[in-house]
C-alpha cells in the first residue's frame, strides 16, 4: 500500500541520512558542505593545501584541531567571530575532536595540538606555514585587530604568529 511504501521511504532517507553524517567522521576525505554555503571553508582548505604543500583532507583536519584550539584555549567571543564566519568550521572542530580519548591523554595546549598535527604528517616547518596561513585567513575574515586579539589572547599561539 502507499501508507507502507512511505515509511519504508523514510527509514530509507534517514539511513542515507545517518551514513552521510557518519562519513563526516569517519572518512579520511574533507568533508563537502551540505546544502551549499560553504565557500570560506572550501577556500580556506585549498589555500593551507597549496601554502603548506599539504593534502586537503590533511589541510581540514588541521583547521579542525586548530580552531577547536582555539576555541577552547582563546578569549570566546573573537574565536566564535572567526568560527561564524567560516562556513563548516564547526563541522571540521566536531570531526577532529572525534578522537577525544588520545587527545585527552596529552593534555592541552600549544603542544598538545603540535603533537596531533605531528601525527597528521606535518613537520614544523609545515606547522608554522599552516599558522600564518591561518591567521592570514582570520585577519582576511574579522580584521587584524580581532585576529590580533585571538593570537595574544591564546596561550603559546604568539610564537607562529
Known sequence: TLASRNRVRGRTSLVFQAARAQDQFTSTHPVKPVEGGGGHMDELIGRLATKAGIDSAVAEKTIGIVLGFLRNEGPSDKVQALIDQIPGAEAAIAASSSNGGFSRLMGGGVMAVGTRLMALGLGMSE??????????????????DQMGEIISGTPGLSQFA
Do not use: M, S, T, Y
Not at 606547522?127 to 587584524?144: M, S, T
Open 127 to 144: 606547522i608554522q606555514n599552516v599558522a600564518r596561513e591561518l591567521f592570514r585567513f582570520g585577519r582576511d575574515k574579522i580584521g587584524a
